[in-house]
């Protein structure tokens, strides 16, 4: 990209006041830990490399464009590795997650999992309107822009089983 790396253009797009943000999946051949924890926590919803089948890539495309993480295996076994060795990343996300309420920090567990708004409310007894509630106070309180960086972030404090 001319003037501008990729990564620099995630965390721009992830500053603009939009009423729906963008689902953005990186596609590169570089899938170095720096680069793949850099980009989601910009605001990136996926990150592929390449070498990925090109029926696989439209696949993605769509799952990420309904909210969901979509990872190449081999960037999203060291982005749990990578992810579990930050103690600054743990002490900040432990901080963070102490001004939710009980019901939000359960919300935001779930969201670590990756478990979608209805199974959310399965799991919490809730209805989607209200789990949909819930994610949006809790990407709001952490300063997420997506289910992805609000997933990583309950990794980082500790709400999901490695």
Do not use: W
């Amino acid at each position: 990209m001319p003037g501008v790396d990729g990564l620099t253009e995630i965390e721009r797009i992830g500053k603009l006041t939009l009423a729906r943000q963008p689902a953005v999946v990186v596609l590169t051949t570089f899938d170095a830990d720096q680069y793949v924890l850099r980009a989601l926590r910009a605001g990136a919803s996926g990150f592929l490399v390449k070498s990925t089948p090109p029926e696989d890539l439209i696949g993605l495309v769509r799952v990420a464009a309904e909210g969901h993480t979509v990872l190449s295996p081999a960037a999203a076994r060291r982005l749990v590795a990578a992810s579990a060795d930050s103690q600054e990343a743990r002490d900040r996300a432990r901080r963070l997650v102490e001004s939710l309420t009980e019901r939000e920090t359960e919300v935001l567990g779930c969201l670590g999992e990756g478990l979608s708004k209805a199974q959310i409310a399965g799991r919490l007894y809730l209805s989607e309107a209200t789990i949909k509630g819930y994610v949006s106070a809790v990407m709001d309180k952490l300063g997420c822009a997506n289910r992805t960086q609000a997933g990583l972030l309950a990794h980082d404090a500790g709400l999901v089983a490695g």
